[in-house]
């Protein structure tokens, strides 16, 4: 419907189809105004005075008179409905007061280039059918740009702009926003951007909201500061989509990308929860923490984290965690030391090792969350890590992982024992610890066995016939006088006496030699013949 047949809330111009803004005393616009009412018009302008060219045709020579009329310096500047037939320079103009462009349309260039806006700027629903430069502008209010077209390239590099929206707004060229500072909130909600937009050096005294927006092409977001959040919560991007932010909280939940997606962050936090990827996706830490919050319903082709801090992540919600690739990351552990409590068994103690958020949680936390034991396992095996102690860490909690959720006491048990003996081959402390305990017990046992008293029976002489030689009955023995000392011929008692013996061991080897049997011979006693 054309506006001329709005209620569009002013007196309009009392020509046909015109919705200008009538000036008394005349009733109709500037743009239909007659020379000379024109310049008595604009004579009665003057520096900082109320302008209004509501719904009038603005051509670039009208607007120029307009401008120098006033000394390029406006008070309650009103262009809603306009129509900038020209280009429209406002390049270097001061507004005093609060200036509106609602539904104001450009067919030209619009240049806003150094101007300074001491109040308000709304510029909601306008269309700019080629360029829009706002380089080098000030805004102390809030500038508004919602629902409007930019046909060509927008330009705000080294604007400075108190807080701003841009929410459904549409930018059909190159967008940048280099070097902007937002000293407030700045909006950017269902906006889209057709071609490539640039975000370099810019300076967030708030949050930069991108939730819903829409990049077709392009997209380096790489702010200077960012005090609030960064958040592209559901947004999309079909090209590549590049974040470098540090000291925020950068939120990519329920978002997708089709191109590379870049993270370079820096003591920030980050929330991947949903996000959707079918390019390649990549998290750097460039300094600082980088806390990963949420990997929930993650899918992608392929994530790889570097230096992230994984402690407060759990992991349990990743559909296929092969897709993940660790390098550097940090992660909960276990308390160092003996623990007591009311479950079976009630005393264990505990090395040091990296355990998923998952398990610290199940283990350790106050609520011990339900968590599937088989499901730990698979996130433990599908896990890609580089560094080795890691991977070991992770082989460890996979095994027991596996232990936990074993069919039957018996497997429990000798998985049990494995882990008691060697920690289930990747302990090699233990294992040693076991043998040198087993070297010690039987070096004990043979110092004791060999320092105990022998009570050993002494065996009798071979005699070689099979049975052992058996002393000569009493007797058979020879007793030989002990001679006393000092008798006469005690020498010779004395040799006589070892003859004796001597004669004694042989008869006795004698008898022995009688009664032993002789081979083939039974030492049975003979049976009486009837």
Known sequence: MPPSLLDVGWITC??????GAAHPPYGRCLAHLDPGELESTLRSLSPGQAVDLRGTAVSAELLDLVLDAACRRLGRARFDLARFTGPARFAGVEFLGDATFDRARFDGLASFFGARFTGNASF???VFARELTMHGSRVHGHASFDRSSVGSDALFG??????????QAEFRGFTSFDGTGFHGEARFRGVRF??????????FDGAAVFEGARFAAEAYLSPRSVAGRLALAGARADGKLEIDASGCLVDLSNARTEGRLTLRLADADVDLRGLVSRGQASLVRRSGRVRVLSLERLDVDRLSLSGADLSGCHLAGVPDPGRLRLSG????TTPRGVQLRLSWPPVRWWSKRQVLA????????????????????????????DDDR?????????MEMRRMSAAGPAARAVLGVYWLLCGYGLRTGRALAWLVLVAAVAAGSLLWSSSAPQHVARRPPWTGSGVPAQAPPPA??????????????TRGAVSGTHAAARSGVAVRADLAARVAPRPGESHDPPRSQP
């Open 14 to 19: 009392a020509r046909d189809d015109c919705p």
């Open 124 to 126: 909601g629903a306008a």
């Open 158 to 167: 080294d604007a400075c702009l108190s807080s701003a929206s841009f929410d």
């Open 194 to 203: 057709r071609r490539a937009v640039s975000l370099s050096r810019a300076r």
């Open 329 to 332: 990351c940090v992660f909960a």
């Open 358 to 385: 998952d398990e610290h949680a199940w283990r350790f936390g106050p609520a011990r969350p339900a968590v599937d034991p088989g499901r730990l396992k698979h996130l433990y095996t599908g896990l890609r890590v």
């Open 390 to 398: 890691t991977a070991t860490d992770f082989a460890f909690g996979a």
């Open 476 to 489: 058979a023995r020879a007793v030989v006088p002990r001679p006393r000392a000092g008798a006469p011929g």
